[in-house]
């Protein structure tokens, strides 16, 4: 039991350790890793981008769609507009 208890904290420890660490999008730019893309979504920059990076591009772009998609359904016009807007105001942002 008391070996069940000790692994679990340290798992709980080690998981928390892995989520302090992720990257975010604001790093990902800084570090030159990601820009923000034309079409509403970020872009890899770099080729030597990390997995991490990539990763963080793979799950913020998927969060976007959904978004988008939403969006254009609600507003009754095709998702491509709304990329195409979206992409025209994080430009502007910087």
Do not use: H, P
């Not at 080729?47 to 772009?61: R, S």
């Amino acid at each position: 039991m008391k070996l069940f208890l000790k692994l679990s904290l340290f798992l709980i420890a080690f998981s928390y350790c892995l989520t302090s660490f992720s990257m975010t999008v604001s790093e990902a730019k800084r570090l030159g890793y990601v820009v923000e893309g034309k079409n509403g979504y970020l872009v890899l920059s770099r080729t030597d981008a990390t997995g991490e990076a990539k990763d963080l591009v793979k799950e913020i772009n998927a969060k976007r769609k959904k978004v988008y998609i939403s969006i254009a359904e609600k507003n009754g016009v095709d998702l491509a507009k709304v990329e195409k807007q979206m992409g025209e105001k994080n430009a502007s942002k910087k």
